[in-house]
């Protein structure tokens, strides 16, 4: 790349989690190209993740799906025109999205058939025929290594919270009575991948018991949409007071300042973990049939419990045989690795 580009497009991750560790893709166009302006293309859900990031121009709705979708992106991409595209997904049918639109310097991972669509990019690296798992940060990073933009440093996520979003959250604080000397604690028991990832709601309930038992918390439960049953299945089975954050739908830009102001995160490896660490907020993470290697970055303030089973990781949505990765870690051993971060 030659040209200082002055107008950039970066096609995000779905996931999200993989948003937030997409973040210093961002951070270091910001500071590589300080006068360019950053547009990101998002699925429409996870606007919200990016909402107050003061390095992008515009988060643009993605909607490879529909012809209306793609009509829409094509309007808008006719405006801005971008000298450089970075293309952090790695499916066919997101570049072609992009192609299709008349987009020219699209730079991203070549794979999967893509080299002839893209104008240049890394190509992830192979072990035994098979894609070697890195984390996430570094693999998205790369695309900005291959292309000889410096690095910004330190290399960590990073969220922004607007004070009108933190006025919303204090409301929601000083609703559920969470006052500033509180030690508060967040469980997170669902997961969007699929039923493998969850360590059973019965244990989330047993833990919260040992929490309360033994220690003067309050306890923030996170859930999302469609989880209200996994939530109320915790809330039926235990006997600790636990607030239930779902009637308020506090959304994924609410929720910045609620995991912010807890002082532990108790999580399956999903998305809230994430947020978790880009905000700076210890956590005790509880994995299964996940592969650490793909997250296996910024954990100074994060204890991961694994049984290390033979069959894991296997990276299935739903078990096929007795969910036992996830049914071995018990609610003492994870409130074990919970004391160290709650205050005497």
Known sequence: MQKTPKKILVRLPNWVGDVVMATPVIETLHYAYPEAKIYTLVRPYAQNILHGNPWITNIIPCDDKTYQGWKAFHTTVRKIQPDLTILLTNSMRSLLFLRLAGIKNIYGYKRDARSFLLTGGPSPIKAEKKYLPIPMVDYYLGICKYLQIPIHTPIKPTLHITPETQKKADELLKKYNIQASDTVIGLNPG????????WPPH??????NLLQRNHDVKILLFTGPGEEELAQNILDNTEATIIPTYPDNPGLDVLKPLIKRCNLLVTNDTGTRHYAVALDTPLVVIFGPTDQRYTNNNLEKTTIIDNHLPCAPCHL???????????SITPEQVYEACKPYIKK
């Open 191 to 198: 997961a969007k991948f699929g039923a493998s990832k969850c």
């Open 317 to 327: 949505k739903k078990c096929p045989t007795d969910h036992k990765c996830m049914l």
């Open 203 to 208: 244990y989330f309930a047993q833990l919260a």
